[in-house]
Nanobody, 124 residues
Framework: QVQLVESGGGLVQAGGSLRLSCAAS????????MGWFRQAPGKEREFVAT????????YYTDSVKGRFTISRDNAKNTVYLQMNSLKPEDTAVYYC?????????????????WGQGTQVTVSS
C-alpha cells in the first residue's frame, strides 16, 4: 500500500517555473515506477511524465519535453516534477501516481495509487 501527497502547485506567470513534489508513504516506494498526470477542466486526465523505479529512465509526453524534468529520491520517498517555461496550456490539476506494471505506463488505468492532486495555474 502506498499513499501519495502532492505539493508545490500554485499560480505563476507564463515563462515561470514551479517544482511539484510527491511524498510517498510505505517502505516499498522504491519498487514503484512513478508518474505525473494532469487534468484540465473539461478534459480527460493526461499523461505527463514517468520515471522508472531506479530513476535511470524517464519518459515524457511531447508537449513537455525540454521544459519539464521528473526525478526521484528513493531515500526520501519523494518524486519531483520540475516545470520550466510554463505556458497557460499547462494549467491543470497535477496528480502523481505509482505503478508496478510494465514501464513506461502511459495510461492512467495502469497506475495503482494516486495522490489527491495539486493545482497549477499559469497566467498569460
Amino acid at each position: 500500500q502506498v499513499q501519495l501527497v502532492e505539493s508545490g502547485g500554485g499560480l505563476v506567470q507564463a515563462g515561470g517555473s514551479l517544482r511539484l513534489s510527491c511524498a510517498a508513504s510505505g517502505r516499498t516506494f522504491s519498487r514503484y515506477a512513478m508518474g505525473w498526470f494532469r487534468q484540465a477542466p473539461g478534459k480527460e486526465r493526461e499523461f505527463v511524465a514517468t520515471i522508472k523505479w531506479s530513476g535511470g529512465n524517464t519518459y515524457y509526453t511531447d508537449s513537455v519535453k525540454g521544459r519539464f524534468t521528473i526525478s526521484r529520491d528513493n531515500a526520501k520517498n519523494t518524486v519531483y516534477l520540475q516545470m520550466n517555461s510554463l505556458k497557460p496550456e499547462d494549467t491543470a490539476v497535477y496528480y502523481c501516481a505509482a505503478e508496478v506494471g510494465r514501464w513506461p505506463g502511459l495510461g492512467a488505468y495502469e497506475y495503482d495509487y494516486w495522490g489527491q492532486g495539486t493545482q497549477v495555474t499559469v497566467s498569460s
